[in-house]
């Protein structure tokens, strides 16, 4: 079992920055690859960001590209997720998620945290 707790969440204004956290627990060793996804309201989940724990390689998906920015610290077993010039778009609640070696998708999430971007 792998626990996931985001933080850094809150409300901003147009053009502002967040910077989200997650911390994992319990079976580091087995991580895979994390990624941030986030679910507007009445809207499904959609991918954000991506990275590779063991080489760092990223992905993004392409409404955030040049704006947001996904990094890990193993050490501390977190991933970040750097998020500039925000749009009220970006509202939504952000998901952590962990996908373990050997498995194909992400099995374990975190609780949320939200994200308000006002105009």
């Known amino acids: 079992q792998v626990q996931l707790v985001e933080s850094g969440g809150g409300l901003v204004q147009a053009g502002g920055s967040l910077r989200l956290s997650c911390a994992a627990s319990?079976?580091?060793?087995?991580?895979?690859?994390m990624g941030w996804f986030l679910q507007a309201p009445e809207k499904e989940r959609e991918f954000v960001a991506s990275?590779?724990?063991?080489?760092?390689?990223?992905d993004y998906t392409n409404s955030v590209k040049g704006r947001f920015t996904i990094s890990r610290d193993n050490a501390k077993n977190t991933v970040y997720l750097q998020m500039n010039s925000l749009k009220p778009d970006d509202t939504a609640v952000y998901y952590c998620?962990?996908?373990?070696?050997?498995?194909?998708?992400?099995?374990?999430w975190g609780q949320g945290t939200q994200v308000t971007v006002s105009s």
């Open positions: 990275i590779s724990w063991s080489d760092g390689s990223t």
């Open positions: 319990g079976r580091t060793w087995s991580l895979y690859r």
């Open positions: 998620a962990a996908r373990i070696v050997g498995r194909y998708s992400y099995e374990y």
